[in-house]
């Protein structure tokens, strides 16, 4: 195979990006490389700034310092945190699904079928929008961002609100979309701990990058495995962070290795509960 | 039938026409307070018209597609809150109108038709104006069509897909402003956002589509443009509140079907 001598082909390309709102830092010299067939999973506290940083890679938000290249003429597929769609509005799966498409076609349903069918929810085709459930949204979403034929996948929180069983489904859905298309994924997980199998890079976010790494298996980990038993949720990993510095009460940072003064400079502002949360990572 | 209730009930159609879809865009995207804010300004519109000695229809035309631009600009940066600022603003614009109208146009301003329109006065002219402004208004919403229900449905997503979205809202927003202004001659600037809201959201339940709804808010609205004129007509009520009033029988009635989608 000649395209595995090839160098990998990188879709998204950030150095150092800052990201202020007023007085607030909300990214500190982050960076991010995505490669084609790369999945990477971005998971954080809340307000470390996980959706700040997939809106400047999306181009939503321009970000106050640092560089952002992208591959010219990258097709994103963006599955958004939340849809709320008015009662108000009668709209149809099917016909949410067509304003992804270019021009309404004839040809259109059997590529949204398609789509449908992937992430296993065809017989909502005809159901209006605002009736769905919330694991059904996420589901219309996925397709939604699947029937672009996307380069990059972008997924903000795609397994929020779906059951443990379902998340497992949906990541391995997510994997063997990777491995058909070759695309790229970047995905904020809701959870600190558990994420996707298949993903190849974790980075652990808190306005600066604390730690990235691989996962690994959830089979592997005794906590995981005393808390569920011997399930086959194959489709969740355990990340296990590596942090050379905690965060204090106050929302500090300690430097705890010394090795490493690592971004000396940023300010965190955890609240008292993620402080917890925090506690129950296992640092190295 | 007189030859004013036929200039009526062409004003009256021609303008309900527009309002369809675009009060149908007012519902989805929750911008009654918006269209209320744009009324109550035109007022202020009216006075300056008066004070400059301008076209009053060219002045209130003017004044709302700028108020409109304003709106969009405040809406981007956003230190209050939208519907604060639109509260704001929108009765600052009604009392600033009446307060100039009064004390620089007392006596040669008829304030009553502004308030509650003057459909059964429709000119020549009047039907030259909402004629002009269909010619602009619908091309501009069947073009735009697409791109309008992909914002509404969501602003990130469609700006991810490569629509320009802060281009199509500002367009609705000069769309929605130019219609105002116009249909003023209609209900008055205090019965506008009736016209838009109502006929949208007594058509919701008989349809299945975007389209369907925008269409069957236009029809909806022009029955009850003709059931006001009628009333009026036979009762001598007032012509703007009395199709205010048929579109509101017409929600009611609707609230008895199950809705369709």
Known sequence: MTDALKPPQSLIQATDLCLQFGERQILNNVSLNLNAGEIVTLIGPNGAGKTSLVRVVLGLQAASQGTLTRQPNLRIGYMPQKLHIEASLPLSVKRFLQLALRRKSADSLPVILESLQLTGIEHLINNPMHTLSGGETQRVLLARALLRNPDLLVLDEPVQGVDVAGQSRLYQLIADIRDQRGCGVLMVSHDLHLVMAATDTVICLNQHVCCHGHPSSVTEDPAYLELFGQTTHSGIAVYTHHHDHHHDIHGDVEVSDSAAVHESGCEHTHSPAHNRDDKEHRHA | ?261
């Open chain 2, 1 to 261: 039938m007189p030859e004013f209730m036929w200039f009526a009930l062409l004003a009256g159609c021609g303008v309900a026409l527009m309002t369809g879809p675009l009060g149908s865009f007012a519902v989805w995207r929750r911008m009654a307070y918006f269209g209320d804010t744009l009324a109550h300004s035109a007022l202020t519109g009216v006075a300056f018209g008066l004070i400059l000695s301008v076209n009053v229809n060219l002045a209130v035309t003017v004044f709302c597609l700028l108020l409109a631009l304003l709106l969009v600009v405040l809406q981007n940066n956003r230190t209050i809150a939208t519907d604060t600022l639109l509260g704001i603003l929108s009765h600052t614009m009604l009392a600033l109108g009446l307060v100039v109208v009064s004390v620089f146009a007392n006596g040669w301003v008829d304030l009553y038709g502004f308030l509650f329109g003057d459909l059964l006065a429709t000119s020549a002219s009047d039907l030259v104006n909402i004629a002009i402004t269909a010619g602009i208004v619908l091309p501009l919403l069947i073009w735009l069509w697409r791109p309008l229900i992909a914002i509404t449905v969501h602003e990130e997503l469609a700006q991810v897909e490569g629509v320009p979205v802060a281009w199509v809202r500002t367009t609705l927003m000069l769309m929605m402003a130019l219609v105002i202004a116009v249909a003023m001659k209609v209900v008055g600037v205090l019965l506008i956002t009736a016209l838009l809201i109502i006929p949208a959201a007594a058509s919701r339940r008989l349809v299945k589509t975007p389209e369907q709804m925008a269409i069957c808010a236009s029809a909806i609205g022009m029955l009850a443009i003709a059931g006001g004129l009628a009333i009026s007509f036979y009762w001598d009520t007032p012509a703007g509140p009395s199709a205010v009033l048929c579109a509101s029988g017409f929600f009611a009635l609707s609230l008895a079907k199950k809705p369709a989608l």
